[in-house]
């Protein structure tokens, strides 16, 4: 999950970005772990979070098998049920969440079901802190992201690294973000079409649609 | 990777979906070409895209005439319209891409999907990074360059000079013929991957030393790298050791992961050896 702590962006852009995860120890706390990661879930799932993920499938996900009306009508609502059912085998699940208060109440709710499992929060450093201090808990460890090293010049514009960092393992690529970001203020999709398309990219289920709606839609206001 | 050229239709929706900008349509042969030294088997156009299965004469004719009246028509772009992607058996040492880009592939060294392992994210259950210590994630490659294995050596022998320790359980530090110099297989030093995670741990009074490593390294190789620092918070949450550090060293952060601190050691052997 350290494809969750690099994204780009100042701490203010991460407001509406919030992911707790859960992840059990092999050999401590893997007994039981996929019913629990099931529990899990459905807590997240009752707080209206922006994606979820079992670590093989988001709620926005590729079709294997696309009818050619969906040019016209194609669905981007997010599979919940899904996500829940497919969690086979112990792993990380996570649930995304557009804001701070959701994350809490998700936490509170995560505590209270005391499922033995690690659960952690990736945010900006003081969002996560409140979080922990808002339920009443203390955090035990943190791990700071000190941002992508690029003395080769490598690395395209912060619109662009916004929107494809938020797949930590790399499948939302430069230029597929770009070309969103291009149909966006071309007129030619919506921002939140733009966003379920990247977001089914992310096979972990932890890119945030909604950071990414919001990003597309300020960038469409402006030139890079 | 192959696309299988009797189905493609050159529409090209799958050039921006590489993360390495690996694939292109080859005019020669009007179909679109994987470059397979830059291809990390990451599987983003296979698995990312949606597919339909429409028949490739009947598209390309379509797609003839449209192209012939200048008409400018809106796939779906992130669509395969003919299922072209064909993700093909692989072998040592080419497997190792696959192994290490592909976000859905286990490591046998970790036992967890991922380039990395449970970090401090399991610390409350897993102790690996204790008060005074620190904990270091360095990833090369992401987001969007890649990485070659020779790449890594270079830090990783760097590293090796300094006072730390390779997390065992780490699939890099797995593929180490000699952890004490940090040398990796010489089979795989050529391969390309879309990320790698380097972990060790020292004490808080190495962070100086090896962040600069890091950062001398990094300019030696053609890559990006992204650090991510650990360490264990006090009784009531705080860090005083390690974030005023990173501030002296004149390091900004915006973003961390936190654990919680609510996990416990359930599994019934543990609770009775405990």
Request: glycine letters at 8%; aromatic letters at 6%; hydrophobic letters at 35%.
């Amino acid at each position: 999950m350290t494809n969750t702590l690099h994204r780009y962006g100042k701490a203010a852009s991460f407001d509406d970005d919030y992911i707790v995860f859960c992840i059990p120890s092999p050999g401590r706390n893997d007994e039981g772990a996929v019913e629990k990661q099931k529990q899990f879930l459905r807590i997240c799932a009752r707080h209206d979070p922006a994606n979820m993920g079992n670590g093989n499938r988001g709620s926005f996900k590729p079709e294997r098998r696309l009818n050619p009306t969906a040019h016209w009508r194609r669905g981007a609502d997010p599979d919940w049920e899904g996500v829940i059912a497919e969690v086979k085998k112990p792993g990380t699940a996570a649930a995304v969440f557009d804001s701070r208060e959701k994350a809490e109440a998700c936490l509170r709710d995560v505590i209270e079901a005391d499922l033995g499992l690690s659960v952690n929060i990736s945010a900006s450093v003081e969002g996560a802190q409140e979080v922990a201090e808002c339920c009443g808990i203390h955090r035990h460890s943190v791990e700071y992201s000190l941002g992508f090293a690029d003395p080769h010049d490598h690395l395209p514009n912060s619109q662009i690294l916004q929107l494809s960092t938020m797949c930590g393992h790399g499948m939302v690529s430069f230029n597929m973000a770009r070309k969103m970001l291009d149909m966006v203020r071309e007129g030619r999709r919506a921002p939140e079409q733009a966003a379920a398309t990247l977001a089914r990219f992310c096979p972990c289920g932890v890119y945030n649609p909604d950071r990414a709606k919001r990003l597309l839609e300020e960038a469409r206001r402006r030139t890079a | 990777m192959l696309i299988n050229p009797d189905k493609c239709v050159a529409c090209a929706n799958c050039v921006p979906v590489c993360p390495m900008g690996a694939i292109y349509v080859d005019p020669a042969v009007n179909r679109a070409t994987i470059n397979q030294d830059e291809c990390v088997e990451c599987g983003a156009c296979f698995r990312g895209m949606s597919q339909e299965h429409l028949n490739p004469t009947m598209v390309r004719t379509v797609r003839a005439l449209a192209k012939f009246f200048r008409f400018r028509f809106e796939p779906e772009p992130d669509v395969c319209p003919t299922a072209a992607f064909e993700m093909n058996e692989l072998a040592m040492p080419r497997l190792i891409r696959r192994v290490f880009s592909d976000p859905v592939v286990e490591h046998k060294s970790t036992g967890i999907k991922g380039r990395g392992t449970e970090e401090v994210k399991t610390n409350d259950v897993n102790p690996r990074v204790g008060i005074g210590e620190v904990g270091y994630t360095i990833e090369f490659g992401r987001p969007g360059v890649g990485v070659r294995f020779r790449d890594i050596q270079e830090m990783t022998r760097a590293l090796a000079k300094l006072d730390i320790v390779f997390e065992a359980k780490n699939p890099i530090s797995h593929l180490m013929t000699d952890k004490s110099s940090g040398t990796l297989r010489a089979d795989i030093l050529d391969e390309k991957i879309l990320s790698g995670i380097v972990e060790i741990r020292s004490a808080l009074d190495r962070v100086e030393a090896v962040c600069e490593t890091v950062s001398a390294v990094n300019e030696r190789i053609d890559t990006v790298t992204a650090v991510g620092i650990s360490t264990r918070c006090g009784e009531q949450g705080e860090d005083k050791s390690l974030a005023p550090l990173l501030a002296d060293l004149g390091f900004a952060y915006e973003r961390a992961k936190t654990n919680m601190g609510i996990g416990r050691v359930t599994n019934t052997q543990q609770k009775e050896a405990a």
